[in-house]
């Protein structure tokens, strides 16, 4: 069973910025990895995605804020996060996605607050 470690997380005044990464155990050849978030209430939404080959997709209200990248030889992606904002605030979770399989990590709780 494939393990995603996440470090990062924490509290942020707006504005602020804030990075976070996941580490994926062993050599996996992962298709996608990316990040959701959900805030307390609320439905997990899709934040951003990378591909093997580095084409990114980003949800339209962190564009211009978010960078999502990766290091293959590593098995780490990470989430820049700048310019961040209140609604920002949630349990961001690491997904990762193989050939025929799907994983998740255990969430890191980014509280972004004055």
């Known amino acids: 069973q494939v393990q995603l470690v996440e470090s990062g997380g924490g509290l942020v005044q707006p504005e602020g910025s804030l990075r976070l990464s996941c580490a994926a155990s062993?050599?996996?050849?992962?298709?996608?990895m990316g990040w959701y978030r959900q805030a307390p209430g609320k439905q997990r939404e899709l934040v951003a995605t990378?591909?093997?080959?580095?084409?990114?997709t980003y949800a339209d209200s962190v564009k211009g804020r978010f960078t999502i990248s990766r290091d293959n030889a590593k098995n780490t992606v990470y989430l820049q996060m700048m310019i961040l904002k209140p609604e920002d605030t949630g349990v961001y979770y690491c997904?990762?996605?193989?050939?025929?399989?799907?994983?998740w990590g255990q969430g890191t709780q980014v509280t972004v607050s004055s």
């Open positions: 062993g050599s996996i050849g992962s298709i996608v």
């Open positions: 990378i591909t093997s080959g580095f084409i990114t």
């Open positions: 997904y990762l996605r193989t050939i025929d399989r799907a994983f």
